[in-house]
């Protein structure tokens, strides 16, 4: 069986048989992962992703959780995550190696502790870097792969590339990186000294977030911005605010915003996503695309 070979080829990575995806998720709804791995190193990571590509089963690669939906019940194939890779190891003075499972607000708080800046605009994302060069995460026209010197991934025939910056192309949430199946690891990032003038960006950003709803489970924007519009605003024209499909309602906050009231499943959302992304474009003519990674074989708005 394919969980007792990983298992044997990879003793000090975590693995483990029907796990529930919900607590890793901020959606907090998703099914149990057939299997799931935490590899314990990029080598470990290489090994792993060489044996499930062979085999040829799904895969899923999980960072922090924060912009995925998982379906209900039963995810066959294994769940990859890159939690346990997860150091920041400074080159220079402005100069980082960072791994992928390294979550974003750790490394705003390394910013602030060497007095750095260069990516305010990410001030309130979640999840981990990984998934932020997958989805070129960021705000205010800004996202992470502006920063990146190059990346580190395992390829789908098991051998370990060096990207450099020159050859990954990304624009308003997408990277090339993602085109393709591989396991991104590590990344070189160079930022810059702090101005005064950086505070002041960072707490206008700090400011937007405010105003988007907190508490209730979400995975942050639910459709991406259309070109020279916001997802947001059409939704919201739309009287989107507060519909909902069993536990999933639309936040009254914010009308890109989908939250899970406590016991909504991955298939509230979708329909909710469904209903959302139709009334826009039965009134507008606009197709909303899911900002969400979703996870759900042949899902389509
Ligand atoms: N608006 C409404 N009604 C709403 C929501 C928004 O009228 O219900 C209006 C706002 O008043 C504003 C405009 O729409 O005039 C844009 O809204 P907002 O400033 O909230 O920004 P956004 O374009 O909706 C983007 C990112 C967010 C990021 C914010 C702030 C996308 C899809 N969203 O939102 O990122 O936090 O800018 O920087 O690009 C995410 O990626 O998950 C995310 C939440």
Known sequence: MLINRLIAALPDTTIKENLPLSALCTLRV??????FAAPASIEDMRILFDIVMREGCPV???????????????????VISTSNLNKI????????????????PSIMKELREHNLAGMEFAAGIPGTLGGAIAGNAGA?????CELLDYVIAVESDGTIKTWDSSEIAYSYRKCSLSEGQRVIVS???????AKQKDAEV????????????HGLSNAGCTFKNPEGNS???????????????????????????????????????LELIRICSRRVYDSTGIRLEPEIKIFSPGFCV
């Open 30 to 35: 998703g099914g149990e992962a057939e299997i």
């Open 60 to 78: 899923y690669i999980l960072g922090g959780g924060s912009n995925v939906l998982f379906p209900d019940g039963k995810i066959k194939g294994v």
């Open 89 to 104: 190891e400074w080159r220079t003075s402005i100069t980082a190696d960072i791994d992928a499972g390294f979550r974003l």
């Open 140 to 144: 205010g026209g800004h996202g992470v």
């Open 187 to 193: 990344a070189r990032m160079t930022f810059r000294g």
């Open 202 to 213: 960072l707490e206008s950003y700090l400011l937007r977030r405010g105003s988007q709803p």
């Open 231 to 269: 997802a947001g605003k059409l939704l919201d024209e739309c009287g989107c605010k507060g519909l909902s499909a069993g536990d999933a309602v639309v936040s009254d906050m914010h009308a890109n915003f989908i939250l899970n009231r406590g016991n909504a499943s991955a298939s509230d959302i």
